[in-house]
């Protein structure tokens, strides 16, 4: 069982060929609300492959709340670690135009997400081959969870993302760690083949339409992405966390985990939404197929 523990959020979508300057009012082309929030797509990534996933985590009484839970339950997602409260549901707010996307998440509920909640859902973390954190709930709970782990043997990939909620210490406690590009040098403050050195087996970059590097102990291995015409970007990084925690606990090597993850988001990015493009099984490995 993959348990994710993170944020759930309503994706409140606004497509425009200009983003506002200070002051300006502008037009927009398109606007949606689809379900997102960093966890909660780790967690739809890794059930649409077919692994077991559970997701403790909060939403509000709200509208939002209503929805997001019942989209968690068809996608095949276990829900009974997500709390009800009386924040409001966590929102994105995200502007897309062709080459750009500018998002602001309010936690709402997702800050609900605090020591009390993992301590009731402790029978459900137990049963856990491998815990997914990222950093859209507070800080506290995941130093608490990170500790817990510890102690519990359960191996952790922490996808630190937004990188500035990040705690140099804790690279210590996970088993996986996942910045992008832009991460990594927020994080670690250097170019990150210097980084990946310091961390084999532990580090891997996700480098967006170029795949993902990681280091091997002897080498730096980097690992293509496959080219596509990218219409969203927006959740390309949580298919690759769900898709790589879904190999990876299937017993495959870390390579082959970054290749499959590789694959699984260049098909996400192909439709809109962060959860949109998200594939099956099926499609991730008709398309591994087609590189050999
Ligand atoms: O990683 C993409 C996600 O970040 C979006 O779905 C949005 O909710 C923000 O949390
Ligand atoms: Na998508």
Redesign the pocket.
Known sequence: MITVIGSINMDIAIQTEIFPKQGETVLGNLFTTIPGGKGANQAVAAARLGSQVQMVGAVGQDAFGKELHGNLINENVHVEGIAKTNSSTGIANILLNDNDNRIIVVPGANFDVDRSLIDQNMDLIKKSSLVMLQLEIPVDTIEYVLGLCEKLSIPILLNPAPAANYKPEWIEKVTYLTPNETECEVIFGADYETVLKQYPNKIIVTLGGDGAAYYDGAHIVKVPGFKTKA??????GD?FNGAFAHAITEGKSIEESVQFANIAASL???????????PSIEKVNERLEGMK
């Open positions: 219409v969203d970007t927006t959740g390309a298919t996400s990015v192909e439709k809109f939404g962060a959860q949109g493009g998200m």
